[in-house]
């Protein structure tokens, strides 16, 4: 019984972080947060074996770390060129 409560525990907090980062203005902060919330959704859907919700999120995970590096590098580069 308790294993279930720990994996509900983990649903509910991967539904908190994507709604917290959908409320960020900044776009870093929003990434971060929603692969956060994404991670621990593909770790509850895994869990309950509900692959549907593992999946998506694992690639929304994967998109997020996508625009994370690419921004990540669009600002090295400008602060090169700044330099």
Known sequence: MEAVNTIEIIGYAASVMVAISLMMKDIIWLRCLNFTGCSLFVIYGASI?????????????????Y???????????SDLVSQ
């Open 49 to 65: 074996e509900a692959w549907p919700v593992a999946g998506m999120n694992a690639f929304v995970a994967c998109i997020n770390i």
């Open 67 to 77: 625009h994370l590096v690419k921004l990540y590098r669009n600002r090295h580069r």
